[in-house]
């Protein structure tokens, strides 16, 4: 699971960025000061790091500068500051985005989600192993295997690629032709009357009632969400 960083001396703010990271599979960790912030950065265990520019003890500024001297991970500033020239000093330190408060979270979880692929792309750390969990259900993406409540299911390849594509993207919704285009991509023959056919397949085999979802839910008129 990816570990995100949040240094900032807003309690409120603080909070409701973790739970909202967290709500989006990530596991967060709040530095309310500019010296805690600093010394837990530098231990190297995180995959994002959010930073406020006004902070006791050490300004976002010199955290900045001073995590990109000696790490090469992403980077976001989230700040009240909204002048071009700070946006321009944040990011001329070393900054990977700037995010301007009042914000929000869902864009946020995106920015950070974003910048996740991007690096693990560019310098080829993205993990071969990965577990994605949400409440009883547990897939585990090295061995394409599936848990609910402890047994391991068998899917289909896509119906496997739906499940993860859906859990990985918690709370968001998304069309049928969104899905189709996913999995089957554009040039697949057939229609998106297949993606309700196989979710409900995918149904079936996770939830305890599929007339009253707990994960795959149905917006009407739209599509699908994955409730986390």
């Known amino acids: 699971m990816k570990q995100i960083l949040i240094i900032e001396d ?82 001329g330190f070393g900054a990977d985005d700037y995010l301007t408060k009042p914000f929000s979270p869902a864009e946020l979880a995106a920015r950070v989600k974003a910048h996740i692929i991007r690096y693990e792309r ?39 690629e739906l499940l993860v594509f859906l859990a990985s993207n918690p709370n968001i919704v998304f069309t049928k032709e969104q899905l189709f285009d996913s999995i089957w991509g554009e040039d697949y023959y057939g229609d998106t009357a297949t993606v309700a056919v196989h979710i409900q397949k995918i149904r079936k085999k996770i939830e305890k009632d599929q007339t009253n979802p707990e994960y795959i839910e149905t917006i009407w008129g739209t599509g699908y969400r994955f409730n986390s």
């Open 10 to 91: 807003d309690n409120n703010i603080a909070e409701l960025e973790k739970d909202y990271l967290e709500l989006n599979g990530y596991t967060a960790e709040i530095a309310r000061d500019g010296n805690t912030g600093i010394k837990n950065a530098l231990l190297g265990i995180y995959d994002v790091i959010i930073v406020d520019l006004m902070l006791p003890g050490k300004s976002g500024y010199d955290i900045v500068k001073e995590i990109r001297d000696k790490l090469e991970i992403p980077i976001i500033i989230v700040s009240a500051k909204n002048e071009d020239i700070d946006k321009i000093r944040g990011l």
């Open 122 to 160: 560019l310098s080829g750390k993205k993990s071969a192993y990965e577990i994605i969990t949400h409440k009883s259900l547990e897939i585990r993406t090295d061995s394409h295997k599936v848990f609910v409540r402890g047994k391991e299911v068998i899917f289909t390849t896509k119906e496997y």
